[in-house]
């Protein structure tokens, strides 16, 4: 079963505005990673935070870790329509670091 | 080509056939996964290699997944005596170091009729 629960599943917003995700997970991690999909096809890293950190920075995104509350957030800031995708988080396991376990996933759609 | 590749991008086959699905991960790259998505879903881990080490096996959903990584290269998902539910995309990814980034294939997008 995945870890990895994510919310809001969907998201509409408009060009400029920023775009909120969450994820909560289940167990201890080593690190958490966000990715991105297009059109249900491959997947791009976008950023990772390790299980010291709390907020990391990477252009216009904002990831934060809570490992108290397990959970992470994702800010989009200034979005553009080619925002547009799936944004996934994924963990990995500190008792089962060979494996990335991947949440449900945020539609984010982003208006012009 | 710095990416991953993954062949054939879509397949239709019938139900009971076997299916191979092939992945040419990142030169140098010793790790290597593969993921089943189903449509609209997350991502399912099946099955994890590392360099020479027996591989992770544990999410595989049957005994009808197989996969095999030859010269530590190339890798090779087969679904023997397919099913409908086996229908999704399966996608592969490889890593240089493991626990860290990984780098996704655009995937293989398998309809079993």
């Known amino acids: 079963s995945q870890q990895g629960e994510e919310d809001p599943q969907a998201l509409s917003i408009q060009e400029g505005e920023n775009a909120t995700m969450n994820c909560s997970y289940k167990?201890?991690?080593?690190?958490l990673q966000w990715y991105r999909q297009n059109s249900g096809r491959g997947l791009v890293h976008l950023i990772l935070?390790?299980?010291?950190?709390r907020e990391k920075h990477s252009g216009r995104l904002r990831v934060t870790l809570d490992t108290s509350k397990k959970s992470s957030s994702l800010l989009i800031t200034a979005s553009r329509a080619a925002d547009t995708a799936s944004y996934f988080c994924?963990?990995?396991?500190?008792?089962?670091?060979?494996?990335?376990?991947f949440g449900t996933g945020t539609r984010l759609q982003v208006f012009p | 080509g710095a990416g991953v590749s993954q062949s054939p991008s879509n397949k239709v086959t019938e139900k009971g056939k076997d299916v191979e699905l092939r992945c040419d991960p990142i030169?140098?790259?010793?790790?290597l996964y593969w993921y089943r998505q189903s449509l609209g879903q997350g991502l399912e881990f099946l099955i994890y290699?590392?360099?020479?080490?027996?591989?992770?096996k544990s999410g595989l959903p049957s005994d009808r997944f197989s996969a095999e990584r030859t010269g530590g290269s190339v890798s090779t998902l087969t679904i023997q005596r397919t099913q409908q539910e086996d229908s999704a995309v399966y996608l592969c990814?490889?890593?240089?170091?493991?626990?860290?980034?990984?780098?996704f294939g655009p995937g293989t997008r398998l309809l079993v009729l």
């Open positions: 994924a963990t990995v396991p500190r008792e089962d670091t060979d494996k990335l376990i």
């Open positions: 935070i390790r299980s010291n950190e």
């Open positions: 290699f590392q360099g020479n080490s027996a591989p992770d």
């Open positions: 030169s140098g790259h010793t790790a």
């Open positions: 167990t201890s991690i080593n690190n």
């Open positions: 990814a490889s890593g240089a170091v493991r626990q860290e980034t990984q780098y």
